[in-house]
């Protein structure tokens, strides 16, 4: 079987893309990650960034994760016309979803069980807000396995009736760039990926 270059699947959709900016959530999970999407995309996407992270421990982690992506979008000359949602923050429900998984390896089970809490979540908002597709920006991460992500996103965004957006953001340089972005917007890059396990394989 074949493997999907979700990036030439992206690069397909764009190029359709007559006209009006289609509208577009976008699922953030930090704001260096999210840095090189926001450039790219918001040529061709009308964005509404949706940061919902249960998962992220400590609390105070979680707010300075949040305030840098806000502080990006504010002062990121391509972010102008975004948006910004707040999803919850109620760690239980990440609690819930690694129950009995506390052990799995990192990029394991319990990160499968993460994401689909997470990019569910990014669905439901997206049908909630009318935006006609959703997306999000970890498959930047060279830690992170695109092929697992996107099919999480397509059965979330197929469970809500809107379409998933493939990426894989680490092509076209992507990592590569979302670091000089961090580095000239001075962005706070955290050493782990954001729940109390992953904070334990640093």
Request: hydrophobic share 30%; aromatic share 12%; charged share 30%.
């Amino acid at each position: 079987m074949n493997k999907v270059n979700y990036q030439k699947e992206l690069d397909k959709i764009i190029a359709n893309n007559t006209g009006t900016k289609p509208r577009l959530l976008l699922h953030s999970c930090c704001a260096p990650c999210s840095s090189y999407v926001l450039e790219y995309l918001s040529r061709y996407f009308d964005i509404t960034v949706f940061y919902f992270n249960p998962n992220i421990s400590p609390k105070e982690e979680y707010i300075k994760r949040v305030d840098e992506v806000k502080r990006l979008i504010k002062e990121m000359p391509a972010c102008a016309d975004v948006k910004f949602i707040e999803g919850r923050y109620e760690p239980s429900e990440f609690y819930e979803a690694a129950k009995g998984l506390e052990d799995a390896p990192e990029g394991g089970e319990r990160c499968l069980k993460c994401f689909e809490l997470r990019l569910n979540e990014a669905a439901k908002t997206a049908a909630e807000t009318g935006a006609e597709y959703v997306c999000t920006t970890l498959t930047i991460s060279p830690l992170k396995n695109a092929e697992n992500l996107n099919r999480i996103g397509e059965e979330t965004a197929a469970r809500y009736g809107v379409k998933w957006l493939p990426s894989d953001f680490k092509k076209k340089n992507g990592y590569k760039r979302s670091i000089e972005l961090s580095n000239e917007y001075n962005l706070f890059r955290q050493n782990y990926c954001g729940c109390v396990f992953s904070k334990r394989t640093v």
